[in-house]
């Protein structure tokens, strides 16, 4: 019996990168799943790769940056499944610029609206479930460029520094809940984040910051590790 069987595991941005493979990684240590991104058929995609077929998964597309499908979110959760045991907050945009001066006002606003709106909106609404049973996993994915100035970057890492902020401060009011918070702060990843994917063997891969998560979440219960920075041994251009 696999310590997280059985758990369920709601995954924003689940369609593709980093939110795909930690899906996988989850679902195939027994977690039901309720996968969540805009497009619908990424997310089929997704459930179709998970090698588990004992558990549950649900594929909801949803803009996390509004409410009402939040609530959505929520109500169907409780339908299908009446409770949650960890949230990963993953779901995030970025928009690069040569200047501040240059950045467009909506491409701000989008950052600000999926990267820590939709982030906060998540936890406010699932929290309390999680609260009442005094148990339960929050994993919010940030940035290096969270802790780190990017040139051509500022409001990027604004989001990022901001779910940083948002998780040390949510870590210390819910620990005496049994609730974890881990935020987890990839540097550059071989996803179609930034473009296209690289065949650059030295930039880690999305499985890779999946294993993380993995090992964070099976870690005992009176242990967390609130923080894990995530960057190649060797970077190599």
Known sequence: MKQLSGLTTIITGAGRGIGRAIAIALGNEGCNLVLISRTLSQLNETASMVNNNTIKIECIAADI?????????????????????????????????????????????????????GLFLMTKKFLPMMIKKNRGDIVN?????????IEGGAVYAATKWAVIGFSKSLMLEVRK?????????????????????????????????????????????????????????????
């Open 177 to 237: 809940y049994n609730i974890r918070t881990i935020t987890i702060c990839p540097g550059s990843v071989n996803t179609t984040f930034t473009g296209t994917e690289s065949d650059n063997l030295s930039i880690p891969q999305p499985s890779d910051i999946a294993k993380v998560v993995v090992e964070a979440l099976l870690m005992p219960r009176n242990v967390m590790i609130s923080e894990i920075d995530i960057r190649p041994t060797n970077p190599q251009k």
């Open 141 to 149: 994915i940030s940035s290096l460029a969270g802790r780190n100035a």
């Open 65 to 117: 940056s509004k409410e009402s499908d939040i609530n959505s979110i929520h109500n169907e959760v409780v339908s299908k499944f009446g409770n949650v045991d960890i949230l990963v907050n993953n779901a995030g945009v970025g928009y690069f610029a040569k200047t501040v001066a240059d950045m467009d006002i909506q491409k701000y606003d989008e950052m600000f609206n999926v990267n820590m709106k």
